[in-house]
T-cell receptor
């Protein structure tokens, strides 16, 4: 199994440009998440989804939109990129939120630079 | 020792020593605590978890201790190896309020010197 796959791995944007990060998982997980990681800030939740067709805001949702049209895919969009969105973005998925520890499986990350 | 600002707390150890990484939490309603390891250039990976009704859980070369009285969690790594060099995150899952999304700490950087 590939697990969680993120594309692209690297991207450089100019301020104001738009782009979409794609996350795909092949584990039939119900829940999917987008985090951003900045130096010294740990992992901050942007948006998450508890099932196909549903999304919810996390801790830092401003400037981002998401869609979960298919169970295996979770897309993160930046409509008008800003330098403050320069970060490493991680997608994650999990099988169950309620039961157990809700262990997340993470992708390898997507490094985005906004000039 | 600990640093502020953009720098993560860092623990430096010699290969073969035991490492102890600490984490303080604030939410008494958390029912699970989870440790993740993040190697350079990779996404975090699950190491071990502990349920809130336990004090200790052991895995392969790792032990988690939970002290609910002072809201403190620790990850002990025995006979630390260079491959253990990474950033370690603790996360807590809240069983109350309908949200079961884990909250991550800032992380601790472990550096293992050969």
């Amino acid at each position: 199994n590939a697990g969680v796959t993120q594309t692209p791995k690297f991207r450089v944007l100019k301020t104001g440009q738009s782009m979409t990060l794609l996350c795909a998982q092949d584990m039939n997980h119900e829940y999917m998440y987008w985090y951003r990681q900045d130096p010294g800030m740990g992992l901050r939740l942007i948006h998450y989804s508890v099932g196909e067709g549903t999304t919810a805001k996390g801790e830092v949702p401003d400037g981002y939109n998401v869609s979960r049209l298919k169970k295996q895919n979770f897309l993160l969009g930046l409509e008008s990129a800003a330098p403050s969105q320069t970060s490493v973005y991680f997608c994650a998925s999990s099988y169950s939120v309620r039961g157990g520890a809700n262990v997340l499986t993470f992708g390898a990350g997507s490094r985005l630079t906004v000039l | 020792g600990e640093s502020v600002g953009l720098h993560l707390p860092t623990l430096s150890v010699q290969e073969g020593d035991n490492s102890i990484i600490n984490c303080a939490y604030s939410n008494s309603a958390s029912d699970y605590f989870i440790w993740y390891k993040q190697e350079s250039g990779k996404g975090p990976q699950f190491i071990i978890d502990i349920r809130s009704n336990m004090d200790k859980r052991q895995g392969q070369r790792v032990t988690v201790l939970l002290n609910k009285t002072v809201k403190h969690l620790s990850l002990q790594i025995a006979a630390t190896q260079p491959g253990d060099s990474a950033v370690y995150f603790c996360a807590e899952k809240d069983r109350a309020g309908g949200s079961y999304i884990p909250t991550f700490g800032r992380g601790t950087s472990l550096i293992v010197h050969p």
